[in-house]
């Protein structure tokens, strides 16, 4: 309507809070929550929270969730790769706390998902640039899948600190400052395939 203020647009990396049923269905989600996934509330709502994350996360989420649930502990945080409708994957802070009901049961979780604050100075490099080796390639894909150093050391027979050190050299390429954030710049940078489960390194990115 002319002469009606335009809210400025709040930050992308703006704490966005969500209600989720006990069976981890999103209930509501404020306006940044729904902005950092690129759906509306609607949309999200009856969603299970795992739906709008990268499936890495979810082995280590479904643990604390788990400790919500039987009272062994009442919030956490976790670092999380999160899926936009776009087909975009971001790195972020999840917070979730229990909420208890009158029987002292769980009635509600309270998570709060917080995107790193990536400059666009920090951007991958170029998408003709081929970044990787062949051994470097399948560790990226192993850290995409979430493997841990030790299951990529015993199926790429390398030692501990062998994988570590690639990791590391991938770390300094794409300027990402752990392992979350790489997954994150190497989806953003149309490294890894989308849609599919394992993601693989294109080809094109190989050397």
């Known amino acids: 309507m002319p002469g009606q203020a335009v809210p400025a647009a709040a930050p992308r990396h703006a704490t ?12 509501a989600g404020d ?6 996934f690129g759906a509306s509330s609607a949309e999200l709502c009856g969603r299970s929270l795992f739906d709008l994350l990268h499936p890495s996360t979810s082995s ?8 919500l649930h039987d009272g062994r502990r009442t919030r956490f945080t976790e670092r999380v790769l999160g899926c936009h409708s776009r087909g ?5 802070k999840l917070t979730g706390t229990a909420i208890q009901g009158r029987s002292d049961r769980l009635s509600a979780i309270v998570v709060m998902v917080k995107p790193d ?10 998408t003709s640039q081929k970044l990787l080796s062949p051994l470097e390639a399948r560790i990226l894909e192993g850290v995409a899948t979430g ?16 994988v570590e050190y690639h990791v ?7 300027k990402a400052p752990n392992r979350a954030a790489l997954v994150s710049r190497a989806y953003a940078a149309g490294m890894l395939t989308v ?13």
Do not use: N
Not at 60 to 67: A, D, G, N, Q, T
Not at 88 to 92: C, I, K, L, N
Not at 120 to 126: D, I, K, L, Y
Not at 195 to 207: D, H, N
């Open 168 to 174: 590391g050299s991938m770390l300094r390429k794409m």
């Open 195 to 207: 849609g599919t489960w394992p993601a693989r390194v294109r080809s094109e990115f190989v050397k």
């Open 31 to 36: 306006e940044d929550f729904c902005r950092h």
């Open 88 to 92: 975009q994957v971001f790195s972020g």
């Open 147 to 162: 493997a841990s150093t030790v299951q990529m050391a015993a199926k790429l027979y390398l030692s501990r600190q062998g």
């Open 117 to 126: 604050d990536e400059r666009p100075e920090e951007a991958p490099a170029p």
């Open 60 to 67: 280590v989420l479904r643990e604390h969730f788990s400790r």
């Open 16 to 27: 966005g809070m969500a209600t989720l049923a006990p069976d981890l269905r999103v209930v």
